[in-house]
């Protein structure tokens, strides 16, 4: 049987084994799916340890895959991260699938035409760099990168190469930002303590949020786009089971229908929303 496995900290929570297991069960395709807990100091030895025909890679290691791999695809290049291996040889390729994962939860699952879109983007981390390319190349007509450290925005921005549509700015900037048509949380704020103070005045009434994160870590942020007035407020459970849909169509060929997997995701959320990816 092969076998798979996700690698992060903490990882006990893990919603990727039940959706690979969802997956495998609607294709027939015999697999184990397991979490691994591993850590900067001790990820590149445990995944050689494994024996996995593939893995995915969550926080913190998603740079520390990018690292190790012999070699990467484009859209693992540009975000700098990567969140899914394949063998290659006796090495590793990998691939980020995050941000197709959000644009198509965001296009298909919520029906959303990103195409000329006015775009903010909170945070300018792993997560970030992570979505930002996809939803450039989704055609939308501006990204706003705002970052509580200025600087790291500068740098997301300078590594996305489009100073035409992407504009860094520090968290101080927010309130001259005008109004977004989809505001995207990608700060680790909400899942390490208190979401800053946003402006109102980033939300129109056709507006869109979504947050990365999703259960007790997406709680804030969405409060807040509601009380704001946003049009949809969603969090980030459509995006990581496309992700995961996509991952697993590198590895087997075989691209999982999602939707019946999304619903039993979100009835194991709602009872217990300290889950994780
Ligand atoms: P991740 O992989 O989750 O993106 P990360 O690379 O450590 O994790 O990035 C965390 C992001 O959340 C950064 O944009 C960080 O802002 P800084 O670059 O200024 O550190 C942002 N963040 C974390 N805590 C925050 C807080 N309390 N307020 C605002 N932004 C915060």
Redesign the pocket.
């Known amino acids: 049987m092969r076998r798979y496995a996700v690698f992060g900290s903490p990882i006990a929570h893990s919603l990727s084994p039940f959706i690979h297991a969802a997956f495998a069960r609607q294709t027939g395709i015999a697999l184990e799916y397991v979490a691994i807990e591993a850590g900067h100091g001790d990820f590149a030895e445990k995944l050689a340890a494994s024996g996995v025909d593939g893995a995915n890679v969550t926080?913190?290691l998603?740079e520390d895959a990018f690292a190790l791999c012999r070699s990467t695809s484009a859209r693992a290049q540009r975000a700098g991260a990567v969140n899914t291996l394949l063998h290659e040889g006796d090495g590793w390729r990998g691939d980020n699938t995050d941000g197709l994962g959000l644009v198509r939860d965001l296009t298909e699952r919520h029906g959303l035409d990103l195409r000329d879109r006015r775009v903010l983007l909170?945070?300018?981390?792993?997560?970030?760099?992570g979505v930002a390319p996809a939803l450039l190349d989704a055609g939308i007509h501006s990204l706003y990168i705002a970052?509580?450290?200025a600087e790291?925005a500068d740098a997301l921005a300078d590594a996305l190469g489009d100073p035409a549509r992407v504009h860094p700015r520090g968290?101080d900037a927010l309130s001259d930002l005008g109004e977004f048509d989809l505001l995207v949380n990608?700060?680790?704020?909400t899942?390490?303590?208190?979401?800053?103070v946003l402006p109102m005045a980033l939300v129109a009434p056709r507006s869109v949020a979504v947050d990365l994160n999703y259960g007790a870590s997406a709680v804030a942020f969405l409060a807040w786009a509601r009380a704001a007035g946003c049009a949809q407020a969603l969090d980030g459970l459509g995006m990581l089971v496309e992700q995961a849909a996509e991952s697993f169509s590198l590895w087997h060929g075989v691209r999982p229908e999602t939707d019946a997997v999304y619903a039993a995701l979100r009835a194991r959320v709602e009872t217990s929303p300290a889950a994780g990816d």
């Open positions: 926080l913190p998603k909170l945070g300018a981390g792993g997560a970030a760099r970052n509580r450290t790291r968290w990608a700060t680790a704020a899942r390490t303590g208190a979401l800053p």
